[in-house]
């Protein structure tokens, strides 16, 4: 039987210092009874722990999922101002992923792997925002490129319904921040003076009131943004009622342009993808999982790490091999997480 056992050191950490400090466990590995030798053994619980690190860094070092959702979608599904509110969408999930990126990085992290910086990527999406996309629908809605007129019609409508009632909703929150606003009363302090002179009232800052006024700035601006929204879809609509549809040869122009702009998305969600997971690596998560003492297939190897180990006593993450004094030797090491 093959045995793998935990014993974690974060309660005798918490109650020796204060300071904070990774989880740390002691990974033990049984192999009586495996066939393996020692050496195998160890070969083996390192490969493990190197296989873990690669788990832990995938799963917790970047939203992979976010590249996922962002390349699956096949534009060729949708009618041609779906398929660009779509793309819209998408770089606009990119942009927000990447900002929040380049706002955490404080190192000015440039990637091995790509060559690039947060700041270099988020240039690269607002680049397509602001040149091809903007192009594209430009000429999608200039041409009135549709595959079906009344199906648009009705997305059209139903866009225009759906975003009015969520700027009616944002309203309402708006006018409940601002009332919350005018009602609020700050604390204050009174310093009473000398005969000569009148006393004057201090009015302290107050936290609460302060994220009063970043929810009312919000409200305004999703209002506001809303508010354009809607205007925009009007204007589709108008224009979709009094305007002939495109010929073929536009279509096809459109549907070029339509992979283009596709092609271009994905290859930067890659980068992105290919950056996040490099920093994550070597710089966000790069002390977040070590293996403090490998497993040894050599019994000697094993106690002159242990004395190296005893002379380094001051160093806070140092983990000592113990040595079990059974028959069968018991492979022992350290990893924090």
């Keep these: 039987m093959i045995v793998f056992s935990l014993i974690s050191f974060s309660t005798i950490s918490q109650k020796s210092d204060t300071s904070y400090y990774p989880t740390r466990f002691e990974v033990e590995f049984s192999y009586a009874g495996t066939g393996l030798t020692r050496a195998q053994a160890a070969e083996l619980l390192n490969a493990l722990l190197n296989d873990y690190k690669i788990y832990f860094v995938g799963k917790y070092g970047y939203n992979e999922a976010l590249g996922t959702a962002l390349t699956s979608v096949d534009y060729g599904n949708y009618d041609y101002p779906e398929a660009v509110d779509v793309m819209n969408s998408s770089l606009d999930s990119l942009e927000v992923y990447v900002r929040n990126l380049a706002q955490n990085d404080t190192t000015r992290f440039r990637s091995t792997e790509t060559g690039y910086t947060f700041a270099d990527l988020q240039e690269a999406v607002k680049s397509l925002q602001d040149v091809d996309y903007d192009s594209l629908t430009a000429y999608i809605i200039g041409k009135n490129i549709t595959k079906d007129k009344d199906k648009l019609t009705t997305y059209y409508q139903y866009r225009i319904d759906t975003l009015t009632r969520s700027m009616n909703a944002a309203k309402e929150q708006l006018a409940s921040v601002t009332e919350s606003i005018e009602n609020y009363k700050k604390d204050s302090t009174v310093i009473l003076a000398g005969a000569d002179s009148q006393a004057t009232t201090l009015t302290q800052p107050s936290e609460a009131y302060d994220k009063l006024i970043d929810q009312k700035l919000t409200c305004q601006e ?116």
């Design 222 to 337: 999703n209002v506001s943004t809303l508010q354009q929204k809607i205007n925009a879809y009007n204007e589709r609509l108008k224009a979709l009622k009094s305007k002939s549809t495109a010929s073929d040869a536009e279509k096809e122009r459109a549907d070029q342009q339509l992979q283009e702009l596709s092609d271009k998305i994905n290859s930067t969600i890659e980068l992105v993808n290919k950056t996040a997971d490099d920093y994550f690596e070597t710089v966000s998560y790069a002390n977040a999982y070590n293996v403090l003492v490998p497993a040894s297939g050599s019994t000697s190897s094993v106690i002159s790490t242990a004395i190296s180990a005893m002379m380094c006593e001051e160093t806070s993450l140092i983990a000592l091999p113990i040595m079990s004094m059974a028959a069968v030797a018991v492979t022992l090491t350290y990893l924090s997480i």
